[in-house]
C-alpha cells in the first residue's frame, strides 16, 4: 500500500471555490488544488509547488481547515486507488494574483481546465471529497489546528 501525504488549497472568492476540473464516464468532477508533499518540502512549499503546476498561481496559506484521511480500499474507487493510504491536509488559502489564472504548467493527468463552483449551488457538483461539500457552509468557524514548522 503507497502511504503518502498530500496538501490542497481551499480557496473561495465571492462565494465560489476554485477547484481543478476532470472528467471521468461518468462525466465532470471537482477537486481541490494540491498534491503530494516531497520529502523535505514543507506543505506550504508543497502547496504553492503544486498550485503553481494546477492553477498557475502561487497562494497565501492560511490555517488548515481539514484534515482527511482516504484508505482507498474503503471506497468507491478500490478498483483504480486500492493500494492508496493518503492523509489530506485542506488549507484555506488566498490567491496571490489572479491575473494569469489559468491550468498550470504541469497540470493533474486527467485534468481538463480549472472551475469556480458556486457554494450556493455545491451539493450538484461531483466535489470530492464528497463530505467536503458540506463542510464547506460553516468553514469560518473551524479552529485552527496547525503551526507549522515548529519545535
Known sequence: MKFRNSVKAIIIENNKILTIQAQDLDGYYYLLPGGGQRPGETMIEALNRECMEEINS????????LIREYIGLNHEFRDTDGDAHQIEYMF????????????GISPDQGQMD??????????QYRLYPQSLRSV?????NSPK???GDVN
Not at 480549472?114 to 451539493?123: G, H, K, S, V, Y
Not at 464547506?136 to 469560518?140: R, Y
Request: contains cysteine.
Open 92 to 103: 484555506e488559502c488566498q490567491l496571490e494574483d489572479m491575473t494569469d489564472l489559468k491550468m
Open 145 to 147: 489546528i496547525y503551526w
Open 114 to 123: 480549472i472551475a469556480w463552483l458556486d457554494l450556493d449551488n455545491i451539493e
Open 136 to 140: 464547506l457552509a460553516d468553514l469560518d
Open 58 to 65: 502561487r497562494v497565501l496559506v492560511g490555517d488548515i481547515k
